[in-house]
């Protein structure tokens, strides 16, 4: 697998806490650099450790398959976390704007922790896939970080219109990479 495509995948699936955290930014009263910078640490923090633990789960599983079935085992990680967050996306209704003077480090802390299950399962398939762990660790760091920072500006400016249609967008593209993935490398 090469590099463009695992950024694709976290890509894919960054978009679905770009959702959660553009809700959440958009009832946020003052939105500052600082603190964008800290919950951008919080959540690429939480993923990294999330693609710790996906490898190391894997680890368990990697001398019981050959190498067909563990590209196969792969793809159909990244088909359903597709689905789930496809799914997901399409049944959200329109987030209430409501101003939450509460939310701090501790709060991001458990958005982050949620959202970064499917990063573990992700993580699991790259292991499979042959992505070294230092690779999967710069991609979901460096990936969830822009991607975090980006939905709090666009939370706090524009509002949380944008999440049905950019969480779908996130599933797809992970259907589609599944599926392209599973043509070029499970398939030969």
Do not use: H, W
């Not at 490898?55 to 067909?68: A, H, K, L, T, V």
């Not at 959202?115 to 979901?140: M, R």
């Amino acid at each position: 697998m090469r590099g463009y495509q695992a950024v694709l995948l976290f890509i894919g699936l960054s978009l679905d806490s770009f959702v959660v955290m553009m809700n959440k930014a958009a009832t946020l009263r003052n939105l500052t650099f600082r603190k964008s910078i800290l919950f951008s640490l919080i959540f690429s923090l939480t993923n990294a450790v999330a693609v710790l633990c996906g490898y190391g789960i894997s680890d368990i599983f990697m001398g019981m398959m050959n190498d067909r079935a563990e590209f196969a085992v792969a793809c159909l990680i990244v088909f359903a976390i597709g689905i789930f967050i496809t799914t997901r996306s399409y049944r959200l209704t329109d987030a209430e704007e409501k101003c939450d003077p509460d939310f701090g480090a501790l709060q991001c802390f458990r958005l982050a922790a949620g959202t970064s299950i499917d990063t573990l399962f992700l993580a699991a398939g790259f292991s499979f896939l042959d992505i070294s762990l230092y690779a999967g660790l710069c991609y979901a760091f460096s990936v969830s970080f822009v991607t975090i920072l980006v939905a709090l500006y666009v939370g706090y400016s524009l509002g949380s219109r944008f999440s049905k249609i950019l969480g779908m967008s996130g599933g797809s593209l992970m259907i589609i990479l599944s599926i392209y993935l599973m043509s070029m490398y499970a398939l030969r």
